[in-house]
Structures are given as structure tokens and as C-alpha cells.
């Protein structure tokens, strides 16, 4: 690298300047320390909005799963913690989560009783043409949380559908913050992320 002064900036960018910054730690590669403390500024606040995200995220599973609605983690709150060294390493901007079609409107009042707040809109509204419902926001430690539930993993312009009763396998479990998750199989995720 012949400018490092760029780094942080490109890393954030691309999503990894948390990953950027533990690699090049963990290397004992020396770097100004300009660029050297916007790294570390940039993991230090994604490590903290995951810690807020996934602290938020067990409650909501812990409502599901009393509420007896069966839900799976998607996309970056999954990967954060079977992919990466450390859920904090991987910078989210929202928790997905999939549900089933009939799940969806019982799903986002749990969110409302948990204190999310989510635009108001005629229920019939809230499943026509799209993939998911409105995102449901919630602020908890200085942190804005998104929570986006999702009745089919694809979007309406993709061809397909993975959904709860779509799905190729059975689910895998995960640990997240001491508490177990449900992600998809290992044929779903790879169909979802390629897709």
C-alpha cells in the first residue's frame, strides 16, 4: 500500500474496516497512526452497535419464541457469528429475519410491544408486492436498530422464493449472545447469498 491515508476510508466502504483493522493487529503490521486510529475507530463503533443489535435481536427472539413464531436469522446478523472470528467484525445495517407469510402482521406487533416503532400503513398494505414488512425501528443505547421481517428471503424482482415453507432442508442452529438462533441449512444459505 502506498497510501495508507485511504485505507480506513476504502475499508469502511467496502464493509470491513473492522476486519481490515484485527487483520493487519493480529499481522503486527505497522501503519501511520492516522489511519492507524481511524480503524480502530471504525471497529470500536461497529463492535459496539452489534453488541446493541444483537442484544436487541435476543429479545425479539426470546418474544418469538414465547409467541411460538418460528423465525430464522438471514443474511449479516448469521454470518457475524458463523463466519467471523467475532460477531463485532462484521458491520451490519439492519437484522433481517424470516417468518412465515401467516406470521408476518403477529410478528411486527411483538416488535411494536417491544418498543420498535413502525410506519403505519393499512395491514393489507404492509404483505402486498414486497418481500418484507416495513422496517421496524428501535433505539436502544444511543443505537438506532432496524429490524426488517421478512415473509420470503427474495426480493418481488427475483425470480423464486425461499421461504418458510419453501425451504430445501432443515434449518442449522447457532449460538448468538449465549442463546440459540435458527439460520438456514447450508443449501439455502449458499442459494440466498448467491441469489
Given amino acids: 500500500i502506498e497510501d495508507w491515508q485511504e485505507l480506513p ?8 474496516a473492522p476486519l481490515v483493522h484485527a487483520h493487519l493487529t493480529q499481522a503486527g503490521v505497522t501503519i501511520p497512526s492516522e489511519p492507524q486510529r481511524e480503524l480502530l475507530a471504525f471497529a470500536l463503533r461497529h463492535r459496539h452497535a452489534n453488541r446493541v443489535r444483537f442484544r436487541v435481536l435476543g429479545e425479539v427472539l426470546d418474544a418469538f419464541d414465547k409467541a411460538d413464531i418460528p ?16 460477531p463485532g467484525l462484521r458491520p451490519l445495517s439492519d437484522i433481517d429475519l424470516l417468518v412465515d407469510r401467516r406470521e408476518a402482521l403477529r410478528a411486527k406487533s411483538l416488535l411494536l410491544a417491544l418498543g420498535s416503532w413502525a410506519p403505519p400503513s393499512p395491514l393489507s398494505r404492509d404483505l402486498a408486492g ?13 443505537q438506532t436498530v432496524l429490524i426488517e421481517v421478512h415473509h420470503d428471503a427474495f426480493s418481488r ?25 435458527r439460520a438456514f441449512g447450508h443449501t439455502d444459505m449458499l442459494y440466498h447469498l448467491c441469489r
Fill in 157 to 181: 424482482d427475483s425470480p423464486g422464493s425461499l421461504s418458510m415453507d419453501r425451504l430445501s432442508g432443515a434449518l442449522q442452529p447457532f449460538w448468538m449472545e449465549g442463546r440459540p438462533a
Fill in 71 to 86: 423465525v430464522v436469522v438471514l443474511k449479516g446478523a448469521v454470518l457475524a457469528h458463523i463466519l467471523y472470528p467475532s
Fill in 9 to 16: 476510508s476504502a475499508a469502511e466502504a467496502h464493509g470491513l
Fill in 130 to 142: 414486497h418481500h418484507h414488512l416495513p422496517a421496524a425501528i428501535r433505539t436502544s443505547d444511543g
